[in-house]
């Protein structure tokens, strides 16, 4: 059989998991772990999903492509989960949507589980909400940086801002958000971050409909630089230099 252009429903080969955080107060959250079907990982992705009360879950587009594709083209382990009250295919996470308050519990669970499976190099990708998690209660010594898609920063302050001021923090905004638009991105990050990057998406709206691919090659060219980019867009790749 020859190449397969990756699409939309493409799952790459992988080991898949599925997984059950506990987080400190005791929630219990409902997850998968896809990790490189030959090789192993160093790398690790924490995706933390959109707000639940719109939709939000750890199937969230941009979420599902990275599991399904990042660990087969870029060597990565991802975790997706549901942060608690929110529930998908998967199934529902105990506990309920806590207005990114309670939620502290369900990222140091998500950090603890990749820490505890031995990765040594971890990453926060968050997607909207996902991002004010990241900001408000990431910043954890094993944590080497984030990827924000979209943040809005609407939870995080400049306080959360600044704790990140020794880690990379990238943020990929688009051209059209109507939560948080570049110029107004840079202002707030130049104020409460200034060592942030920020990334313009042209052409894009805050969900990145059409610009999956777009999105986890800056993810890749973040988090593992030495992996070329753009990723391939066909399987198996042409060149494999991984």
Known sequence: M???RISANTVLPARREEVVLTAGDGVRLVGELAVPAEREARTALVMLHPLPTRGGMMDSHLL????????????????????????????????????????????????EFVAGRGFS????????????????????PRVAGAVLVSPPLRWSTDDHLARWADKRVVCLVPEHDDHLPPAEARRRFGTGLPT??????????????GQADEVLDAI???????????????????NDVR
């Open 2 to 4: 020859g190449d397969v």
């Open 64 to 111: 599902r492509k990275a599991a399904w594709r990042l660990p087969a083209l870029a060597d990565l382990a991802v975790l997706r989960f549901n942060t608690r009250g929110t529930a998908s295919e998967r199934g529902r996470s105990e506990g309920a949507f806590d207005n990114a308050v309670g939620e502290r519990f369900d990222v140091a669970a998500a950090v």
């Open 121 to 140: 190099d971890i990453w926060l990708v968050g997607w909207s909400f996902g991002t004010d998690l990241a900001l408000m209660h990431g910043c954890d």
């Open 196 to 209: 942030a990057e920020v990334v313009d998406f042209p052409g894009a709206g805050h969900l990145m409909v």
């Open 220 to 238: 890749v060219a973040a988090v593992r630089p030495e992996v070329p980019t753009p990723l391939p867009r066909t399987w198996p790749p042409a």
